[in-house]
């Protein structure tokens, strides 16, 4: 049997929460990997909540937020950005691999993007493998 | 927490979500999650039953929180919400599962998609025990709304929302309303005349006193929310006041013509103008793109392009008019100015500049031989204090008009006995005759200036002198002369002499002596005047320059000239030693030269060439090579600084030296420059004096000073509708007439003639008219109730509205994309705008449809879809192109004796009365062709003669290629977003469909409101769509306003930050991060609060706080964590 990742999305309610209703709406097929968390704006996705879900055994995290601009929050998408880059490198650290962790621009018009953000997103973590080893260190790095 | 129980409730949906999720099978999993105390599947949740199944565990089982596994939240959170609200339990007790959307609609894995509901249940589950009640509080909200666009829909909306008496704010950028419609002829399928429908609207927005209409207006940035938002708008100017009453005499004196955007381009209009007849409001409007350069290059900020259009319009009096109110100095400018508006002038790009010098001279002798006097400007009230200015010269003598127009008490003090400085003693008269210098002298002197000659400063007066006479403040416009002297042997022999005490000694008839043989030293414009000059008193001259050609700093045609009057150069030759005997001058010893590398100043630098010495025998050797300011007696007299070739120093902004009642500009400033930059100095001094004299401060100059980065050619382009350089006529310089050689080398006459008329006019007739408006100020002249105000400037106003409507519309296809059809490229090829002006009796063509060349045409053809319904454009269908199409054949049928072919792919006649419409076109007798149309060609061989184009195209009823010879073809180009939609759309924070359209909250349920609450949409802004629905969805959208309006206040999202002060540790890294400026730090308790009427909740400043102590209601982290919790636990 092939591994079947869980991955968790933390999708921002303006653009990406919309636009993946809109590929529901449109019937645009997607990996059913991804459970999504719905947040105001990806600026609210705290690290540790990155973490946690590492530690709680998601293989892969999303966070996809409106395009750079186009914020609705004028710059939660940003913070979002800067936030992403550190913890990739905390993650390395604790030897995860940073491409477990993918943030993404999807507009509330862009359900075919967010198909494809799934999917090849649900590849790339099922080619990883199970995320095993990594999760005591980063349980540490959590508290 | 732990006492919460659970209602879970798993709608099928009908099929929707139970063809693919196993709900039964969910429901009994969600039944075995903690604190879980029912859980039901139900065929419809969101039904009255489904409902109440909800409401009725509530009250029987005692559920304190609730979870619905349905659609997305988007679409019935509210609904369970509610439902909740009504059965005692506060609806933010309940969470929604999105197992639609984000599940059954997206998965074909019953198992898989099973599974993944599961864990979207029991992560909402798990998070809603963890909720708490919120409560939804109310802001007021401002009546006042604003709509963008005011086209059909911003028009009808603005007529709705008028009704409620509040304040309607109609922002327009056009410089009227009316839109797309006001430019159509007749509307589908009734066929009523637009205007006639349309103007009627137009007028009474005008007349409803609660509708603020604000044209040629534009929003720039928005800011606050729903209810009490403050919306930034620039006003441009307009640059005319509100006393216009539109009589219309200004567009007639208008020397610019420009193709009218509203007739799109088909037809002209002048550059101050009113888009068409029916224009709200009812007034002119001067459109001004980029200043023209050859202004911006001026230091004077003479209106070139002004008087250029004026003398194109055989204006040559108004011309004249225009030089002279500005220019003091103008028949000289017209001679000698080195003419930097033509170094700048765009019509260099396309050939050769405009010869805006020569226009120049030509109005002005226009004016002389014709005996127009030219007024002066008027002079301001008197001023007593009295000015002094020493030196006459270009600087002096334009201050001193410039301060006696303002009232001052001007004396000028020149030391020679010839007024005009180096305008009469360092140019030859064959350059500059002396009436002319005269003439304009005695102009200035009319104002009231004193000219007192042969007092020199530092003798007869000095500052002291000056100030103890009465004189307030003193402009140093000493100019410059001197030799540097060079180290040559024999400079002391009697017979050498500098250049410009040659030609002072020539203008001013001192030195009479027989010249002999001359060489003249140099290659500036000292040199060749100093080597004509000679020529002209009977002597065999040589010019000697050590360089080429090339690196001589003189104009090109001044050296042609020397040379075909007689002047021998002798380029790369320098001179050595002047050799005499008995003190007298007998040769000049010269070395051949050779050009080496460049120089400091980028000039190559000449070497001599060893061996290569010779001797000229010679009588007098005039050294022209280079001029310093004689600064002596200033130095002596005011202690001023002097450095390299700033003699005196100034403030190169004020003009103002370090005795703040002494100013100095031109040369003696400067360093040598040239006539016009003294002149600029002159009026930048004069505006400084005036400043210091009435104690303001020497600051918001209006005067002018040239800065070479203004200039950089790619920041100036010719106005918007100026062919591309490529695409414009060749049109050839004038040449300039001008006497013979032999005979103007015998006296001291001009050289040019001057312009012709007929050549004056064919010369101006040149200029692109870059900025569209020139400035001459016609407009002005004649305007009687003087509305006319060049000086306007842009507004720029924060307006608070509760609500926003963008109706911003569409634009068309650019039909050049789509090569093939010829647009652009093959002179009858039309798209559908340009065609309704062609046949709107208030066109351009006064509703006549002809041929570039001014033929009926014989038959016409009509392609649809063009950019529209195509994979390499737009995918979607532009929705009114098949009934235009049918309107155009209908049109053109009824107006003319031309076949219409309509080549279609499907005939859409979906609305009201449209399949009527098709019918009677039909009937009448349209040609209908289903294809598209593959290509527009030029017709050849025998098809040519039976039109001149020939469209090809795919018949596919018939199964045949077919070719079909027409003189004219309309193109129905897609509509499409607006250029700028993506600025509007960040402005707003609203969305776009991926067509780029602004995206409707739902496509089908909510098309007037954007995600964006009090942002809404209307009309084509939104997607393709005829008048009626425009006008139908304008009508809801404002409805939808009047709405909000009625209730009054804003429900207010309890999803909001809060800062729990015990935790805070005052750290301040949240009061930056608020995009809202929503956080702001106490003092006096050493924490940071968040301000709730500005937070907007989106969970930034959460999700940094170190402590943990800002709490996001509705997205706590326990509530997180805890979806994170059940998310993962399947």
Same mark, same amino acid.
């Given at each position: 049997?092939?591994?079947?990742?869980?991955?968790?999305?933390?999708?921002?309610?303006?653009?990406?929460?919309?636009?993946?209703?809109?590929?529901? %709406?449109?019937?645009?097929?997607?990996?059913?990997?991804?459970?999504?968390?719905?947040?105001?704006? @990806?600026?609210? %996705?705290?690290?540790?909540?990155?973490?946690?879900?590492?530690?709680?055994?998601?293989? *892969?995290?999303?966070?996809?937020?409106?395009?750079?601009?186009?914020?609705?929050?004028?710059?939660?998408?940003?913070?979002?950005?800067? !936030?992403?880059?550190?913890?990739?490198?905390?993650?390395? *650290?604790?030897?995860?691999?940073? $491409?477990?962790?993918?943030?993404?621009?999807?507009?509330?018009?862009?359900?075919?993007k967010f198909a494809r953000v799934v999917n090849e997103f649900t590849a790339r973590v099922r080619a990883l493998g199970p995320l095993k080893a990594a999760a005591e260190p980063v349980a540490a790095a959590a508290d | 927490m732990s006492d919460a129980k659970i209602g879970v409730y798993v709608c099928h949906c009908g099929t929707n979500i139970a063809a693919t999720v196993d709900v039964?099978?969910? $429901?009994?999993?969600?039944?075995?999650?903690? !604190? +879980? =105390?029912?859980?039901?599947?139900?065929?419809f949740m969101c039904s009255q039953p489904g409902q109440e199944r909800i409401q009725k565990d509530i009250a029987r089982l005692g559920l304190t929180r609730v979870v619905v596994a349905a659609c997305s939240p988007q679409m019935h959170e509210l609904t369970f919400r509610t439902a909740c609200q009504e059965a005692g339990l506060n609806g933010y007790l309940c969470q929604i599962a999105n197992i639609r959307e984000h599940c059954s609609w997206i998965h074909a894995d019953r198992e898989a998609a099973t599974a993944k509901a599961k864990a979207l249940v029991a992560a909402a589950a798990s998070r809603v025990a963890h909720h708490v009640p919120l409560e939804v509080t109310y802001a007021p909200l401002n009546p006042a709304t604003m709509i963008v666009g005011a086209g059909i829909a911003g028009i009808q909306a603005a007529l709705e929302l008028a009704e409620t008496g509040r304040d309607v704010y109609l922002v327009e950028r056009d410089s009227t309303i009316g839109g797309k419609m006001a430019k159509l002829d007749k509307t589908f399928p009734t066929l009523d005349c637009s205007a006639c429908i349309l103007t009627p609207k137009m007028v009474s927005v005008s007349h409803r006193k609660n509708v603020h209409l604000l044209t040629l207006a534009e929003v720039e940035r928005v800011s606050g929310t729903f209810g009490a938002f403050t919306v930034r708008v620039r006003r441009r100017a307009r640059y005319v006041t509100d006393?216009?009453?539109?009589?219309?005499?200004?567009?007639? %004196?208008?020397? #610019?013509?420009?193709?009218?955007?509203?007739?799109?381009?088909?037809?002209?209009?002048?550059?101050?103008?009113?888009?068409?007849?029916?224009?709200?409001?009812?007034?002119?409007?001067?459109?001004?793109?980029?200043?023209?350069?050859?202004?911006?290059?001026?230091?004077?900020?003479?209106?070139?392009?002004?008087?250029?259009?004026?003398?194109?319009?055989?204006?040559?009096?108004?011309?004249? !008019?225009?030089?002279?109110?500005?220019?003091?100095?103008?028949?000289?400018?017209?001679?000698?100015?080195?003419?930097?508006?033509?170094?700048?002038?765009?019509?260099?790009?396309?050939?050769?500049? #405009?010869?805006?010098?020569?226009?120049?001279?030509f109005a002005l002798d226009w004016a002389r031989a014709h005996g127009v006097t030219l007024a002066p400007p008027p002079v301001a009230a008197r001023r007593e204090e009295r000015v002094a200015i020493i030196g006459s010269g270009p600087a002096g003598l334009v201050a001193a008009n410039d301060l006696a127009l303002k009232g001052y008490q001007v004396t000028v003090f020149e030391q020679w006995a010839q007024l005009g400085g180096l305008l009469a003693?360092?140019?030859?008269?064959?350059?500059?005759?002396?009436?002319?210098?005269?003439?304009?002298?005695?102009?200035?002197?009319?104002?009231?200036?004193?000219?007192?000659?042969?007092?020199?400063?530092?003798?007869?007066?000095?500052?002291?002198?000056?100030? &103890?006479?009465?004189?307030?403040? +003193?402009?140093?416009?000493t100019g410059r002369r001197d030799l540097v002297r060079h180290d040559?042997?024999?400079?002391?022999?009697?017979?050498?002499?500098?250049?410009?005490?040659?030609?002072?000694?020539?203008?001013?008839?001192?030195?009479?002596?027989?010249?002999?043989?001359?060489?003249? +030293? *140099?290659?500036?414009?000292?040199? %060749?005047?100093?080597?004509?000059?000679?020529?002209?008193?009977?002597?065999?001259v040589t010019l000697l320059y050590r360089r080429t050609r090339a690196e001589m700093p003189a104009m090109r045609g001044e050296v042609d000239d020397a040379v075909a009057e007689g002047v021998a150069v002798r380029y790369l030759t320098s001179p050595v030693e002047v050799l005499g005997a008995a003190g007298r001058v007998t040769g000049l010893r010269c070395v051949a030269m050779r050009l080496a590398g460049p120089d400091a100043s980028g000039r190559r630098r000449p070497m001599p060439v060893p061996g290569s010495e010779q001797t000229i025998p010679c009588d007098l050797v005039v050294m022209a090579v280079s001029q310093r300011a004689d600064v002596a007696s200033l130095v002596e007299d005011g202690g001023f600084a002097r450095t390299g070739w700033r003699p005196v120093a100034a403030d190169p902004e004020t003009t103002q030296t370090a005795q703040p009642d002494v100013f100095a500009g031109g040369d003696v400033v400067a360093g040598p420059s040239t006539v016009v930059?003294?002149?600029?100095?002159?009026?930048?001094?004069?505006?400084?004096?005036?400043?210091?004299?009435?104690?303001?401060?020497?600051?918001?100059?209006? @005067?002018?000073?040239?800065?070479?980065?203004?200039?950089?050619?790619?920041?100036? &382009?010719?106005?918007?509708? =100026?062919?591309?350089?490529?695409?414009?006529?060749?049109?050839?310089?004038?040449?300039?007439?001008?006497?013979?050689?032999?005979?103007?080398?015998?006296?001291?006459?001009?050289?040019?003639?001057?312009?012709?008329?007929?050549?004056?006019?064919?010369? =101006?007739?040149?200029?692109?008219?870059?900025g569209v408006c020139v400035e001459c100020r016609e407009c002005e002249r004649v305007c009687e109730p003087e509305a006319v105000a060049h000086a306007m400037t842009d507004v720029?106003?924060?307006?608070?509205?509760?609500? +926003?409507?963008?109706?911003?519309?569409?634009?068309?296809?650019?039909?050049?994309?789509?090569?093939?059809?010829?647009?652009?490229?093959?002179?009858?090829?039309?798209?559908?705008?340009?065609?309704?002006?062609?046949?709107?009796?208030?066109?351009?063509?006064?509703?006549?449809?002809? @041929? &570039?060349?001014?033929?009926?045409?014989?038959?016409?053809?009509?392609?649809h879809c063009v950019g529209s319904r195509d994979e390499n454009y737009h995918r979607y269908c532009s929705r009114v192109c098949c009934m235009y199409a049918l309107k155009f054949a209908h049109l053109v049928k009824d107006r003319t004796d031309a076949e219409v072919y309509q080549f279609y792919i499907d005939m859409r006649a979906y609305g009201k009365g449209f399949e009527e419409f098709y019918g009677r076109v039909l009937e009448e007798g349209a040609n209908v062709i289903r294809g598209k149309a593959a290509e527009v060609v030029a017709a050849r061989g025998p098809l040519a003669e039976y039109g001149a184009l020939v469209v090809r195209c795919e018949d596919t009823l018939i199964g045949a290629f077919r070719e079909v010879p027409v003189d004219m073809v309309v193109l129905c180009a897609a509509m499409e977003p607006q250029a700028d939609a993506e600025r509007l759309k960040r402005i707003f924070t609203i969305s776009q469909s991926p067509d780029g359209f602004f995206l409707e909250r739902h496509p089908k349920l909510d098309p007037t409101a954007t995600f964006t609450d009090g942002i809404y949409i209307a009309g084509c802004c939104q997607g393709p769509k005829d008048i009626p629905d425009t006008v139908a969805q304008a009508s809801g959208a404002a409805a939808r306003m009047m709405g909000m309006i009625a209730r009054g206040q804003v429900a207010m999202d309890p999803v909001r930050a809060s800062i729990v002060a015990e935790r805070c540790s005052g750290c301040r890294i949240c009061n930056n991060l608020c995009p809202y400026a929503a956080i702001a730090f106490d003092e006096a308790r050493r924490v940071s609060v968040v301000e709730q009427a500005l937070c907007k909740g989106c969970g930034t400043c959460v999700a940094a706080c170190p402590a943990g102590a800002i709490e996001g209601a509705g997205f706590t982290d326990e509530q997180i964590f805890a979806e994170l919790e059940g998310l993962l636990a399947v």
């Open positions: 049997m092939t591994f079947e990742p869980r991955i968790v999305g933390f999708l921002c309610n303006w653009c990406s929460y919309s636009g993946a209703d809109l590929a529901g %709406v449109s019937r645009i097929p997607s990996a059913p990997n991804l459970r999504a968390i719905r947040v105001m704006c @990806t600026g609210r %996705v705290d690290p540790t909540f990155v973490l946690r879900a590492f530690e709680l055994g998601a293989d *892969g995290v999303l966070i996809s937020g409106c395009h750079p601009g186009d914020c609705h929050y004028a710059e939660g998408n940003y913070k979002a950005m800067r !936030r992403v880059a550190l913890l990739q490198a905390v993650l390395k *650290g604790a030897g995860v691999d940073p $491409a477990r962790l993918r943030i993404e621009w999807v507009s509330a018009s862009e359900g075919e | 039964a099978a969910v $429901a009994r999993f969600a039944a075995t999650r903690p !604190r +879980v =105390a029912v859980a039901r599947d139900y065929k006393a216009c009453t539109a009589c219309g005499a200004c567009a007639k %004196v208008c020397p #610019v013509t420009v193709p009218s955007p509203f007739d799109e381009l088909l037809g002209e209009r002048t550059a101050i103008h009113k888009a068409f007849a029916q224009a709200v409001p009812n007034a002119y409007v001067i459109e001004k793109q980029e200043r023209p350069p050859c202004m911006e290059a001026c230091p004077l900020h003479q209106e070139a392009a002004g008087y250029v259009a004026l003398i194109g319009k055989r204006k040559f009096k108004e011309a004249a !008019r225009l030089i002279r109110q500005r220019n003091p100095l103008a028949s000289v400018c017209g001679r000698v100015c080195y003419h930097p508006c033509e170094d700048e002038c765009n019509r260099g790009l396309v050939e050769q500049p #405009v010869a805006i010098q020569h226009l120049k001279r003693t360092g140019i030859p008269a064959f350059r500059l005759p002396r009436e002319l210098l005269e003439e304009e002298i005695a102009w200035i002197r009319a104002l009231g200036v004193r000219l007192e000659t042969g007092v020199r400063f530092g003798e007869q007066i000095t500052l002291e002198t000056l100030r &103890r006479d009465g004189f307030r403040a +003193v402009f140093l416009a040559l042997p024999g400079l002391e022999l009697a017979g050498v002499i500098s250049g410009s005490e040659f030609l002072r000694n020539v203008n001013l008839g001192t030195d009479p002596h027989p010249l002999g043989r001359v060489v003249v +030293v *140099g290659g500036g414009t000292t040199a %060749v005047d100093a080597a004509r000059a000679a020529l002209r008193l009977g002597s065999p930059a003294a002149m600029g100095y002159g009026r930048r001094a004069a505006e400084a004096m005036d400043k210091y004299l009435s104690g303001r401060p020497l600051t918001d100059f209006t @005067t002018h000073l040239v800065r070479p980065r203004n200039l950089a050619r790619e920041n100036f &382009r010719p106005h918007s509708y =100026a062919p591309r350089y490529a695409d414009t006529p060749r049109a050839p310089r004038e040449p300039m007439p001008r006497r013979e050689a032999r005979e103007r080398a015998a006296d001291f006459g001009e050289v040019g003639t001057g312009y012709t008329e007929e050549q004056a006019v064919r010369e =101006a007739q040149r200029c692109l008219h870059c720029v106003e924060d307006i608070p509205v509760g609500q +926003v409507l963008l109706a911003t519309g569409y634009q068309l296809f650019d039909a050049r994309r789509a090569g093939q059809y010829g647009y652009g490229r093959l002179p009858d090829v039309y798209q559908g705008l340009e065609f309704e002006r062609m046949i709107s009796s208030a066109g351009p063509t006064a509703g006549r449809v002809l @041929t &570039r060349s001014g033929r009926p045409p014989r038959a016409i053809a009509i392609l």
